[in-house]
């Protein structure tokens, strides 16, 4: 667990993630847990795809252990009444939900003329519909809450265009704006909505969708001279959803080693 949230108590809360047995949504799972969140995992996988997946070659660090997760509820985000029955099993075994992370998410690569209709209908139907779906559910239960918030995790590419990327990026941009607007029609419940951006980040995800070369090239433009690993963007989500937040809705957090701000860097830039 992150140094800074010792100071923290999430004990007593409880929480649905949902694409928990992906590369960020296990470590979020793992930082929520560790922090002392009651979390509950929905995934259309059933397994935790994370640590066979993730343990092989390039994570540098991140993933931590999403064992003590209270109930893995296999869900499809696409289809509301799946969602519906994820937060009613979690409520009633539980007694009440305090927050919600929308990680479950699809990148269906293609040129934008030429993505299918499948294709695009099914970014959306994941990336966005799977938010909308999840909003919807916990509302009610949101609201009774001491201290509710909902985090939608995007991506670089709903702020900036990632080429050949299908509806991936126009989805994302769906899914921010989404996001502001649930945050300014919640906020006088007191449920704050935040977004978190991710940059490219060492996830299965990542290496399904781009070669290493990419990796590299992109790592080399970041500031930082890297990416991101899942447990930095984990550790985004639990601060946004901590105390030390209690003041910030409607905000689009990017954790992307500062790749966003490269535009116009570059040879022959001036210092
Ligand atoms: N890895 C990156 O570089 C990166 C960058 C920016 C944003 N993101 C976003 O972060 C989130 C997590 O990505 P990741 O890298 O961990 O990817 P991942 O592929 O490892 O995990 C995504 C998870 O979503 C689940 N999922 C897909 N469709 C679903 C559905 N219909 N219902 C329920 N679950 C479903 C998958 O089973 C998988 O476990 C995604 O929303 C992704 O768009 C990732």
Redesign the pocket.
């Known amino acids: 667990m992150s140094t800074w949230l010792r100071a923290e108590s999430f004990a007593g809360r409880v929480g649905l993630v949902?694409?928990?047995?992906?590369?960020?949504?296990?470590a979020v799972c793992g930082a929520l847990v560790a922090a002392g969140c009651t979390v509950v995992g929905?995934?259309?996988?059933s397994d935790d795809?994370?640590s066979d997946?993730l343990a092989s070659d390039d994570l540098a660090s991140g993933i931590e252990p999403a064992g003590d997760i209270a109930r893995r509820i296999r869900?499809?985000?696409?289809v509301q009444t799946d969602v519906d029955a994820a937060v009613e099993a979690s409520v009633e075994a539980f007694g009440g939900l305090d927050f919600v992370v929308g990680?479950?998410?699809?990148?269906l690569p293609g040129r934008l003329a030429e993505v299918t209709a499948s294709s695009w209908r099914r970014s959306f139907?994941?990336?966005v519909d799977?938010m909308i779906h999840l909003a919807r559910a916990a509302y009610p239960h949101l609201r009774r809450s001491p201290a509710p918030a909902a985090i939608a995790?995007?991506?670089?590419?709903g702020l900036s265009a990632y080429p050949a990327g299908g509806g991936?990026g126009p989805s994302?941009a769906a899914l921010i704006s989404m996001a502001r607007q649930l945050a300014v029609e919640w906020g006088p419940d007191g449920i704050r909505v935040n977004v978190v951006?991710?940059?490219?980040?060492?996830?299965?995800?990542?290496r399904?969708?781009q070669p290493v070369e990419y990796r590299a090239a992109q790592a080399r433009r970041a500031p930082l001279g890297r990416l991101a690993d899942?447990g930095e963007?984990a550790d985004a989500v639990v601060y946004l959803l901590s105390s030390g937040a209690r003041a910030v809705t409607g905000q689009v957090l990017a954790v992307d080693c500062g790749l966003g701000q490269t535009l116009l860097a570059g040879p022959g830039a001036t210092s």
């Open positions: 949902t694409g928990s047995a992906g590369g960020i949504g296990a929905c995934d259309l996988a795809l994370a997946d869900t499809d985000v696409t990680c479950a998410g699809v990148v139907a994941v990336n799977g995790v995007a991506s670089l590419s991936y994302k951006v991710p940059g490219p980040t060492l996830t299965p995800m990542l399904r969708a899942p963007i």
